[in-house]
């Protein structure tokens, strides 16, 4: 892009909204793409950090937050001096221009890599000598007080771990010990980008941390509902969570990444497109917290009491199964009811409908990392189950709700760096900074170092050690020993030794290079893609569909055209058909070129296609329990079916609500007593599971004459939920222009219609609720669409 020169703004420019768009524009698509990429792996670009990538604006009207920092008032003084962190005047001796200028740390001291951390050797552990690394990853822990930054909002409860059988071969941990043993544990899951006061069902990562209380310790698993993470380095976090956060200048939008920010970020780092793929799927709009799966995401280690230690990944599998919603399922729900997965979790625990799950290890030895055709050191790339199986060692029930939200839920802290004896860490550089990042910011959020003594947060093995002060303070320790060693407390507490204490991996991962202290990434960290393509082409075709859609819908937020080219330029080495379907939904005439590749020729992969990433590949076992199913009712209906269907899913852990115009006593037919719950109009059929229309020629003319029945019925049919229709209130369905083919020739088997509930109608029914959603009504009118086009 040609510059024509640093232009200062004139009070005119402030009123041209159309011009800041126009530069904005320019500015953006002069970036095509991340030209920094190529010289960030490898030992010489560790080595010898290459300057950053900067463009020059056409006038200072694109870089600035708003078209009125012209107006200016003996407060806020005049607009930022180009270039310049003032130190004078009003407000104009804080304000910070960047245009033009060098990184620097706080110290302003010029950062020559900001793109890794520094570790020993390539692929070797990072160093605490970081200075960098944790300056910058310490003021973000500190920026937002006293709410957590991230995982802001959470829903949380008791339950506990029993393992399946012995796994001492592999590691002394003190969970995996004994067939049969019980360990205590608190699971708080979360949304990530939401402020604590956001909505439950945004499109997000979901954050799924468990605390076990074991009787070594505490160790806390704190992993996501996605596999895999945006990043490689922690040093990137707070770039990330700044580019999803609410834009600074408006703040706004809450709980979303359908904005410029974060699109422009992720669209400038490929490593983040594997990431995408996940985000943009189903997984990010989960059914339930109960219907979805846990991962510890980055690779850890196992160690048997002989200190050998293998890899490992954490997998939690869901007994209900991996379910989700659809986006407009979503969006009402949001509306409806922002707390919908809290009073799931909670109501599922209240009516004995526990949320139960199988963890599962993915264990693996050094030597078959090293032959990988990815790093297991890698945050973005999973390790397929075709390659390494995924061995259930023990099940995880959440069987009681807390008493108190504060106290337990708002006041746990977890923190990556919480292991016990058994459990240690690889050299995963973003791992290295949680491990710092956790314990800062827990101590920023609930007052000081002692928030180990909240009783939420508090072993149940007994802590003894020298830390007698700080703020908070709740423990009395005896006597006038507060050191290490002494006579005077007889030597204690005294230092366990290898045999009882915890003692750190001595074998690491070799870095086979003649250098080491260095800011780099290993080779196959450059491979941004193949990951990427085999989760979208492990997914079915309804949900590749949702995934197009929903980069459609996120792109189609930006104001800024560059950075929407710039990212369906990404998602072209994804797939050619994913990028040209969003390129359509977005207006595109032409799709931008593929991206550059950071790395040319990417290893050939072990796996190009798993089935075991579609959410459909796990169902789950088939129970009905936990589901809310709406029953309509109405003045006029015969309510001794009604009762039946009621108590027959009552009996089976399901929770039915009688639904009517208004709440109350309903009038029916033969004077069976029925109650209703709720109203149509306080709980629409989005909230529930499925919909059953009762029987009764005046109930369903009472029906029709609410202009929310059709709604009701609509949503149901549309999420693909489970219809069961009754007598007279075939009606209703035709009313509301559902189907009963969803092909040529195929019935729904979704959607059962009977003259009256028999016990073969039941069974029916109980059939097709235990699969939750029925797809293949969305896969039919995907069907259609490709073949009128």
Not at 103 to 127: E, F, W, Y
Not at 336 to 363: K, N, T, V
Request: proline share 7%.
């Amino acid at each position: 892009m040609k510059s024509k020169g640093k232009v200062a703004l004139q009070s005119s420019d402030f009123n041209s909204a159309s011009e800041k768009t126009m530069q904005t524009q320019e500015l953006a698509a002069a970036m095509p793409f991340n030209a920094h990429l190529g010289f960030e792996h490898g030992i010489d670009s560790a080595m010898h950090p290459k300057v950053g990538q900067t463009i020059q604006p056409e006038s200072r009207l694109p870089t600035g937050s708003t078209l009125t920092e012209s107006q200016g008032t003996p407060k806020t003084g005049s607009m930022a001096a180009e270039g310049l962190n003032a130190g004078i005047g009003s407000l104009d001796r804080v304000r910070v221009d960047s245009s033009g200028q060098m990184l620097t740390t706080n110290q302003g001291v010029p950062i020559s890599d900001n793109q890794n951390s520094l570790k020993d050797g390539l692929r070797g552990p990072v160093l605490l000598e970081d200075f960098i690394l944790r300056e910058k990853i310490t003021h973000f822990d500190h920026e937002r007080i006293p709410e957590r930054i991230v995982h802001a909002r959470g829903s949380g409860a008791h339950g506990y771990f029993e393992c399946y059988e012995p796994l001492t071969q592999v590691t002394q941990a003190a969970p995996f010990q004994e067939e049969g043993k019980k360990t205590p544990v608190f699971v708080r899951f979360s949304t990530v980008a939401g402020e604590r006061g956001s909505k439950d069902t945004a499109r997000d990562v979901r954050g799924f941390a468990v605390k076990f209380y074991t009787d070594e310790g505490n160790w806390d698993l704190v992993g996501n509902n996605m596999p895999v993470f945006f990043i490689q380095d922690a040093i990137k976090f707070p770039d990330l969570i700044h580019a999803v956060k609410p834009e600074p200048h408006h703040q706004m939008p809450q709980a979303a990444s359908a904005h410029d920010t974060f699109w422009d970020f992720v669209s400038l780092m490929p490593e983040s497109t594997h990431m995408l793929m996940w985000a943009m799927s189903d997984r990010a709009i989960p059914r339930s917290y109960a219907t979805m799966e846990g991962f510890g995401v980055h690779t850890f280690r196992l160690v048997n009491a002989q200190n050998e230690s293998v890899f490992v990944k954490f997998h939690w599998k869901p007994k209900f199964g991996t379910h989700s919603m659809v986006w407009d399922e979503a969006v009402k729900i949001s509306g409806a009811d922002p707390d919908y997965h809290r009073r799931d979790l909670w109501e599922r625990i209240e009516s004995g409908a526990f949320p139960e799950w199988e963890l599962g290890l993915q264990i693996f030895t050094e030597e078959q990392a090293a032959k990988f055709s990815f790093d297991v050191l890698d945050a973005t790339k999973l390790i397929p189950e075709e390659l390494v199986p995924v061995k259930l060692v023990g099940r995880m029930v959440l069987n009681r709700n807390p008493d108190n939200f504060f106290a337990e839920t708002e006041q746990v802290a977890f923190c990556a760096a919480h292991v016990i004896p058994g459990i240690d860490f690889s050299n995963d550089p973003l791992l290295a900074g949680r491990i710092h990042s956790y314990m800062d910011t827990q101590i920023s959020r609930l007052g000081g170092p002692n928030f180990h003594e909240l009783p939420i947060n508090s072993p149940v093995n007994p802590v003894h050690n020298n830390q007698r002060d700080g703020m908070h303070r709740q423990a009395i320790p005896r006597g006038r020993v507060s050191y290490e060693p002494n006579s005077l407390g007889g030597g204690c507490p005294f230092q366990a030794g290898a045999e009882q204490g915890f003692v750190t991996v001595p074998e690491r991962m070799q870095a086979k290079q003649l250098q080491a202290k260095v800011r780099g990434k290993p080779e196959k960290f450059a491979d941004h893609y193949t990951q990427a393509k085999l989760f979208f082409n492990s997914q079915t075709p309804v949900e590749q569909a949702h995934i197009a859609a929903a980069f459609r819908f996120e792109l189609s937020k930006l104001t800024v055209p560059a950075i929407r080219q710039r990212m369906v330029s990404s998602l072209r080495n994804v797939s050619q058909a994913l990028a040209q379907q969003v390129a359509d939904g977005l207006g595109m005439t032409s799709m931008p070129p593929a991206m550059p590749l950071a790395l040319a020729k990417p290893s050939k992969p072990e796996v190009s296609v798993s089935p075991l990433l579609s959410l459909t590949a796990r169902p789950g076992e088939g129970s009905i329990a936990g589901l809310k199913i709406a029953i309509l009712a109405a003045h006029g209906m015969l309510g001794q079916s009604a009762a039946a269907v009621h108590a027959e899913l009552t009996a089976l852990g399901a929770t039915p609500c009688f639904v009517a115009p208004h709440i109350g006593e309903v009038q029916t037919s033969d004077q069976v007593p029925v109650v209703a719950d709720a109203s149509l109009e306080n709980e629409p059929g989005f909230l529930f599971d499925a919909l059953v229309l009762p029987e009764g020629e005046q109930a369903v003319q009472n029906l029709a004459s609410d202009p929310h029945t059709l709604d009701f019925i609509k949503d149901t049919y549309r999420h693909g939920k489970t219809l069961l229709s009754l007598g007279a209130s075939q009606a209703l369905l035709a009313a509301a222009g559902v189907p009963s083919q969803v092909a040529a020739g195929k019935l729904d088997q979704g959607l059962i219609i009977e003259e009256t509930y028999t016990d073969e109608v039941q069974d029916a029914f109980i059939q097709a609720l235990a699969l939750q959603r029925h797809p293949q009504r969305e896969a039919a009118l995907l069907q259609n669409q490709g073949a009128r086009s």
